[in-house]
C-alpha cells in the first residue's frame, strides 16, 4: 500500500514520518483494521495477515495505533486439527482462497501457492464467487490428483461486530469416501 507523511510530534524531533495506509484509515475510522494476506518481510517472508487497531483516550481522542501479524501457518494448525478430527488424515483437502480467489493457503503446501483458481474456473470456486453470501458443494475433479472430489465452500464469518476477512474455505473429500455410506 502507500504511505501518508506524519510529522513525529511525540519525540520532539519534528521530523515528518511515513505511515503506512493502515495507519491513516485506523485513525480515521478507529476501528479494527485487516490487510489482505501477504508476504511479510518482517516475519522472513512467510504469509501472514496483519491487523491493526486504535488506541483512544477517553475523551475518544487518537492516541496511537497498535499492529499485529498473524501467520496464516496459526490458522493452518486449526484447519488441520479440526479436518483431522472428523475425517481422518488423508481423507479431505482444504484451499483458503482471497476475495479475489487467490490461493492464500492449503492443506497441500506447495510452492504454487498464491495461484488463481477463479481464473482457472473450477467449478466450486466460481460458484462460491457467484453467491459470496451462501455455502454449497460442487463434485469435480481434484486438479492435482485427477480423482472425483465433492468440494464444500463458504464465505469466512466475522466476529461479533468484526467484518472478517472476505475469504473463502474450500474443503474436499473424495467422493468415494463421501458417498460410502449410502
Known sequence: ???TSVKDVASGSGETIDQPDW???VR???EIHLEDA???RESGGIM???FSAPIVGPQGEFQGAVVAQVPLENLRA???????????????????LDRQGVVISEKEQTEGTGFNLLKMA???????AVDRSQSGYVEELHQRR?????????RTRGYERFPGFDWTLLVRLDRDRVYAPI
Open 1 to 3: 500500500g502507500g504511505k
Open 23 to 25: 495507519f491513516e484509515i
Open 28 to 30: 480515521k475510522t478507529r
Open 38 to 40: 501477504h508476504r511479510s
Open 48 to 50: 501472514a495477515v496483519e
Open 78 to 96: 486449526i484447519l488441520e486439527r479440526e479436518g483431522a478430527l472428523r475425517y481422518g488424515e488423508d481423507a479431505y483437502d482444504w484451499l483458503l
Open 122 to 128: 473450477l467449478p466450486s470456486v466460481v460458484r462460491a
Open 146 to 154: 485427477q480423482v472425483p472430489v465433492v468440494t464444500g465452500y463458504a
